[in-house]
Every structure is written in C-alpha cells, then in structure tokens.
C-alpha cells in the first residue's frame, strides 16, 4: 500500500480539477484550518490522502486530516 499526500488550498477549483485529472471521486472532503501549512505559509488548505493499493482493480482509499 502506497499513500499520496495532497495539500490543496482551492478546493473549489483545484481540489475538483485534481479529482477529474486523476480519475478518483472523493466524496466527503471538507475545508479543515491549518496552523501553518508548510506549502503555501498557513490558513486554510485541504489535506487528501491517498491510499493506492497495488493489485489488478486498483482502489483508493481517501481520508481528510488537518495538517
């Protein structure tokens, strides 16, 4: 099991471009505050993690943390 780490800022129009390019729906991500988010120096970012599993369908497990 592999896992990606996303830290997207525009959920409107990042995150949904992000979700159509990699081909994953995502349901029930929200907009969580960050203390000081390393990528883009503090306020609000999405945090998405992905689980690739490597077998023949893969599938992917997406959770939303806080950074």
Request: with cysteine; net charge positive; aromatic share 4%.
């Amino acid at each position: 099991m592999e896992r990606l780490v996303l830290e997207v800022k525009d959920q409107t129009r990042v995150a949904r471009g992000l979700y159509d390019a990699l081909g994953f729906s995502i349901a029930g991500h929200r907009k969580v505050d960050c203390r000081k988010s390393p990528m883009f120096g503090g306020g609000d970012a999405l945090i998405i993690v992905l689980s690739l599993s490597k077998c023949d369908a893969p599938t992917v497990d997406a959770s939303v943390q806080t950074a």
